[in-house]
């Protein structure tokens, strides 16, 4: 399968770019095979377990887990799902139009890091700098999870797209019948 990179914007506004994306799809939606939403970086280094937003939802857990098994990393789901992350970020356009979704990313259990630390640090990050003027790039975050969780996106996408089959919804769950009229 080809690869296809869709760099969005405007999600605070609504999602829009993920929105236009996918009412406008350059290839059908019944074609895309997976969207892997890489939204926020982790600025605070290396994690023990990756946080799945959706766990659950699709066959993409599988390939989620095994590669973070690769790095060594567990996999659980959304460690904060009163925030509805899910549907309030851009792969959520496209779940609606019936694309199985991965996002994907590390934390909150961090390398050297005492249980509950990153946490600490997600709760002050969302209070302090979350969609302020004062969220952007700081010379102190080590980007070291950023990468880690990076390399995951990346064997995740690789895998997806050599595998013989498309990626499916759990039967039954809220987007799979989108994802079988789209592959009509």
Known sequence: ???????????????????????HPVVPAG?????????????WGRTT????LGLGKSSLDAVVREVAAEQGRSVHGDPFPDRGAFYRS??????????????ARGGPN??????????????EYER???????????GDWDLSGAVQDAQLDLVV?????NAPGMPQWTPGDEFEKARKTAAR
Do not use: C
């Open 1 to 23: 399968r080809s690869l296809l990179f869709v760099f969005v914007t405007a999600e605070e506004q609504g999602l829009l770019g993920s929105k236009w994306f996918a009412q």
């Open 31 to 43: 074609r895309i095979a997976a969207n892997i939403n890489a939204d926020s970086v982790n600025k």
């Open 49 to 52: 377990d990756v946080a799945m």
């Open 90 to 103: 851009d792969q959520f356009e496209l779940a609606r139009v019936g694309v199985p979704v991965v996002y």
């Open 110 to 123: 961090f390398v050297g890091r005492p249980p509950g630390w990153g946490q600490q640090m997600h709760e």
């Open 128 to 138: 302090r700098d979350y969609h302020q003027v004062s969220d952007e790039y700081h």
């Open 157 to 161: 996408g690789l895998r997806v797209a």
